[in-house]
């Protein structure tokens, strides 16, 4: 509501700059020096609101010497590989395991998907999805995503070897 009185006040330097040559003349200067106050006030904020310090004493979430969780001491157990619609596509299904003394938050799960008849592997794709799973320390819980691998339809891996990598885990210190 406040970019009312602006506005008016500009509509009004506009319609007397265009009824007296002697306000343009005055105007012009006036308006121009404003303009560029305020645009070196703007790049000063701007400048200052980067490089300021923060008054809190907390650290910034997530950021550890060492990680509260590692990824040995993350387990995930049955995991399904169900075909999904486009044929590309895949869910997946499982239980993670969290063998750490802090509560997981979320980490990233990398599937590669190689098809190997007869031992002869040859690597069709990799996705990596983000996990959200609030899982406190020592307990299970299910989890079910998708990945997509750039096959072409309707042809399904003769021999699928799936591959799993975890990586950019979260946690917080149990309590």
């Not at 002869?120 to 320390?137: F, H, N, Q, S, Y």
């Amino acid at each position: 509501m406040i970019w009312i009185f602006p506005a008016l006040a500009g509509l009004l330097i506009v319609y007397f700059a265009m009824r007296s040559s002697r306000f343009r003349r005055f105007a012009e200067p006036v308006l121009s020096i404003l303009v560029a106050l305020a645009l070196l006030s703007a790049f000063v904020v701007w400048m200052r609101d980067g490089t300021g310090e923060s008054n809190d004493s907390d650290p910034p979430p997530f950021t550890q010497n060492r990680p509260v969780i590692l990824p040995e001491e993350i387990a995930l157990e049955g995991l399904q590989f169900i075909r999904n619609r486009p044929d590309t596509s895949y869910r997946v299904t499982g239980t993670i395991l969290n063998k750490s003394a802090a509560n997981l938050m979320n980490f990233n799960l990398t599937v590669t998907l190689q098809d190997c008849p007869d031992d002869a592997c040859k690597t069709v794709g990799e996705d990596t999805a983000l996990i959200l799973a609030r899982v406190p320390a020592g307990r299970e819980q299910t989890f079910e995503t998708f990945f997509t691998f750039p096959a072409r339809f309707g042809i399904e891996p003769a021999a699928p070897k799936w591959t799993t990598q975890i990586s950019n885990i979260r946690g917080v210190a149990a309590q």
